[in-house]
Structures are given as structure tokens and as C-alpha cells.
């Protein structure tokens, strides 16, 4: 009987236990000081920041590389185009997905929330902005489906590149859409957390047409664009001044410098002038070579300048830095006079310029390279000279040039750290001409493509196994637009 009774008791001591265990189990282990949800101000202010910040520095170690502005002296197989092997950088991949998770949950917020709707047509704009740089350096990748983690779907399949061009809620649509959300917006709530523009739908209409008119052009040996590009024209509605740039400043200090300005001496000074920009910057008899570099060894008149072939191997070659310009202090110890580039009126100019020559739009080519370069050169905070546009070689159509190259390599010029935009206008024009690799690990072609990431083959196996079964995964196959 004791037994029976000590067995009983043990049982309802057990059952209170286990009751008191489980009570209000989700309230006792949920931390209060965790946010379970997020303001869209402030999500915006962060994929804003971390986007432009991210691609900055990418466009400093890896785009300005595949785009041969620098050349990397060590440590280099990037530079000599082995893409997988990511050691400064090279890896924009989560980048561009991590951004596009955190922007659409300010899309949805927007859409499923009269309080938010002045959110709706930034997201759509920025979903577009993040989606087509994703798909300008890899081609096909997971879009439709990317975003659907929390439904079930962690295996998203691949779009096809034209689809995320031009299908509904692709990127052209996108920026459809936002352009007829922010027109229409007649609500009370600002648009706060906004680092580009501080809250103005009327430059963010203007960021969104020059955005569509730069993809437009992208894509234009593919598709009839004509009379869209002419209707984007026609309205006036993009960005005509520096003042109207999609940009954000970097600061002199922490925490808001540009990454490179925490880097060790020894890295940053692997970046160096290449020779390409060298013949590039000389030939144009451009001021802007003392921006972006530094003379090199004790020259007293801070005049002479000089380049390195990109991709050596620094395994078989003896460099010395002193025998070369090392990147500019604007970089490094002056990132306060630095912009984190979003889209601008100078890209605006150039991409008109192109529309004219190319008879897209009806109106002078010349004077939208012109005021193109004049925009550029206040960008960049250089004076420009006087014969720059007149007599010099840059002069528009001077020595029986071609035009289009004229254009994009002073589109080249002005885009350094600028993501991968420099290498893929490459890609898309041929212009300006590169250069072979001293050491190529690419049998001396120029990578149209970047490689999936690994993680794909092994996260994502069926859809990356079709993806890749037109093109290998290779570098040098080219995406849908690139008919160059």
C-alpha cells in the first residue's frame, strides 16, 4: 500500500512538473528584447546602405579588375580570371540576395499595408535595380521562386534572363509599376529611412526612368525599344544634374567610411594602376588619372605615372610597388569625397548619347556626350580642361573615332568602383578595348560571365544542374543580351 501510495505521489508530482514546464512555454522563452518585426524605415536605410556599401567595395577589388582599372599584384587569381577562387572579393552572389529577402519584406509591408503604400514604389525600383545587376553578371538565376524561403520553397528554379528582363514583375515591369505607384500616391505618410533622397517621390520617378532607360539600352539588341526609350525621352523625367544622383556619401571616418580605409597598408597597396587605364587615361590627356591613382616613386613633380599588364604571377615575377601608380587616396584617407553610386545623371547623358547615335531618340548625340563628360568630371570633383571636348583626342568624333566607343569609354572612366557596371558594358559593346592577361588562368579570353556559387551545386543540385546544362557554369558563355 505505501508503495502504491509513494508511486501516486511521484506521478502527480511528475504531471504538475511537466504542467508547469509547458505553461506559457512560447511567452517564458521568448526574448523580449528581440525584435519579431522591423519598421520599413528602417529596413530601407539598411538595404540602401548595404547594397551601395557591399557593391562599392566589390566594384573596388573585383569589378574594377574584370574591367582592368587595376591590376592586383598578389593574391591575385581573380585578376587573372580563375573567378571561383574569391580572395579579396568576387562573391557578390549573397550580396545581391540577402538585399532583395530584406527589400521585399518592405514590398510586402507596402502592399498589404495602407500605412506603408509610400514604400511601394522604392522597393519595386530597388527590386528591379538589385535583380538586374544579379542577372547582368550571372545570366539565368533563381528569381520567380528566390524569395519564398518561408513558404516551403528553399530550392527556388532557375528564370531565364529574358524572362527577368521582360516578363510581368520582371524589371522592366517593375519599374512600370513603381513609376505608376509613386505618380499616384496621394497619401499623408512620408518616406522615411530614404538615404538617397531623403523622402522625394518626384527624384525617385526620375531615378526610376533613367534605371529603365539604362536597362532598355541594355537590352536593345534583343528587343524593339525604341519607342519606350523615345516616351522616357520625351517626358524629361530623369536624372538631369549631379544633384539629382541616386547616391549616398561615404564619410571620412568610421563608421560610415568606404571599407577600403580599414584595410591593412599591405592590401590596399596590391591595387595599382593598369595598363589598360594607363593608355586609357593618357591617350585622353585625362585629369582624372590623379584621382583614381598615385605617382609613383619619389617624383617630385607628381607627374609621372605607370601601369602593370593585369594578371601577373606574382609566384614567377618580382614586383615592386614602387615602380607603379598605386590607387588613388580618395580610396583610402579622403573617402568623404566619395559617392556610393546608385545610378546618375552622367549615365543618364551617356546612355541618351548612345540612344541619338544609335538613332533610338531623335535629337544630337554630341550634346548629350558633352554634358555627359562635364557631369562626370564635377562628379569626380576634377576641373575640366578647356580642350578636353574641343581639340583632345575625347573630342566627339575627333580622328574619325568611333562614337559608341567614345562613349562608353568615358562611361568606363567615371564608372571605377562602380559594382561590375565597367565589365559589363564591356561585355555588352566591346568597348574600350582590353587587354590580354599576363597570366591568364582563361586561355587569354575576357569572362563574360561570373560563375554560380558552389553552394548552389550543392543547396540547390536538380535546379542548378539544369541551369548550368546550356552553359556549363562557364565564364565564357554569354547571357541573353550579350549578342557582342
Known amino acids: 500500500m505505501k508503495f502504491n501510495l509513494y508511486n501516486t505521489i511521484c506521478s502527480f508530482l511528475v504531471l504538475v512538473i511537466l504542467s508547469s514546464c509547458s505553461k506559457n512555454f512560447e511567452e517564458i522563452n521568448t526574448n523580449g528584447n528581440s525584435p519579431i518585426d522591423i ?39 581573380f585578376d587573372r580570371h580563375s573567378l571561383t577562387e574569391t580572395q579579396f572579393g568576387g562573391n557578390p552572389w549573397p550580396i545581391f540576395y540577402n538585399n532583395l529577402r530584406d527589400n521585399q519584406i518592405i514590398l510586402d509591408k507596402a502592399q498589404s499595408n495602407p500605412i506603408f503604400e509610400v514604400y511601394e514604389g522604392p522597393a519595386l525600383v530597388l527590386k528591379a535595380y538589385i535583380a538586374a545587376a544579379l542577372t547582368d553578371i550571372y545570366g539565368d538565376v533563381p528569381y520567380s521562386e528566390a524569395l519564398g524561403g518561408l513558404n516551403g520553397n ?3 528554379s532557375y528564370d531565364l534572363q529574358e524572362d527577368i528582363y521582360t516578363a510581368p514583375n520582371g524589371i522592366i515591369d517593375n519599374l512600370n509599376q513603381a513609376i505608376l505607384a509613386m505618380e499616384s500616391y496621394s497619401g499623408a505618410q512620408s518616406l522615411e529611412g530614404d538615404i538617397l533622397y531623403q523622402g522625394d517621390l518626384n527624384k525617385w520617378i526620375k531615378f526610376a526612368n533613367s534605371l529603365k532607360l539604362k536597362y532598355l539600352i541594355r537590352i536593345s539588341d534583343r528587343e524593339n525599344v525604341a519607342t519606350e526609350i523615345g516616351a522616357i525621352f520625351n517626358s524629361g523625367k530623369y536624372l538631369g544634374n549631379n544633384l539629382e544622383n541616386a547616391t549616398f556619401d561615404f564619410s571620412d ?16 597597396n596590391l591595387f595599382i594602376l593598369s595598363e589598360t587605364a594607363e593608355e586609357i587615361f593618357k591617350n585622353n590627356r585625362d585629369p582624372r588619372l590623379e584621382i583614381f591613382y598615385r605617382p609613383f616613386g619619389n617624383d617630385a613633380t607628381n607627374s609621372k605615372y605607370s601601369g602593370l599588364l593585369n594578371g601577373p604571377d ?11 601608380s598605386l590607387t588613388g587616396t580618395i580610396f583610402r584617407d579622403h573617402t568623404g569625397d566619395l559617392d556610393a553610386n546608385f545610378m546618375t545623371a552622367w549615365e543618364t547623358q551617356f546612355l541618351l548619347a548612345e540612344a541619338a547615335e544609335k538613332g533610338l531618340i531623335m535629337s544630337t548625340a554630341k550634346t548629350h556626350y558633352d554634358l555627359a563628360v562635364q557631369l562626370a568630371f564635377e562628379y569626380w570633383g576634377s576641373t575640366l580642361p578647356s580642350t578636353y571636348l574641343t581639340t583632345d583626342s575625347a573630342t566627339y568624333g575627333s580622328f574619325n573615332q568611333n562614337k559608341i566607343e567614345q562613349i562608353i569609354t568615358q562611361k568606363w572612366i567615371a564608372n571605377s568602383i562602380n559594382g561590375y557596371e565597367s565589365w559589363i558594358e564591356y561585355r555588352r559593346t566591346g568597348f574600350p578595348q582590353l587587354k590580354t592577361i599576363d597570366a591568364s588562368l582563361n586561355n587569354d579570353q575576357i569572362p563574360t560571365r561570373m560563375p554560380y556559387p558552389t553552394d548552389e551545386d550543392a543547396l540547390n543540385n536538380a535546379n542548378f544542374t539544369k541551369a548550368t546544362s546550356s552553359n556549363g557554369n562557364s565564364i565564357n558563355a554569354r547571357v541573353w543580351w550579350d549578342i557582342n
Not at 606574382?314 to 607603379?324: G, L, N, R
Open 314 to 324: 606574382a609566384s614567377a615575377t618580382s614586383i615592386s610597388v614602387s615602380d607603379y
Open 253 to 268: 571616418g568610421q563608421p560610415n567610411n568606404f571599407r577600403m580605409a580599414t584595410l591593412r597598408d599591405g592590401d590596399f
Open 154 to 156: 528553399v530550392k527556388p
Open 39 to 77: 519598421q520599413p524605415s528602417l529596413l530601407l536605410r539598411h538595404v540602401i546602405y548595404n547594397y551601395g556599401e557591399e557593391m562599392s567595395y566589390e566594384g573596388f577589388v573585383a569589378g574594377n579588375l574584370l574591367s582592368q582599372h587595376f591590376t592586383q599584384i598578389d593574391f591575385n587569381l
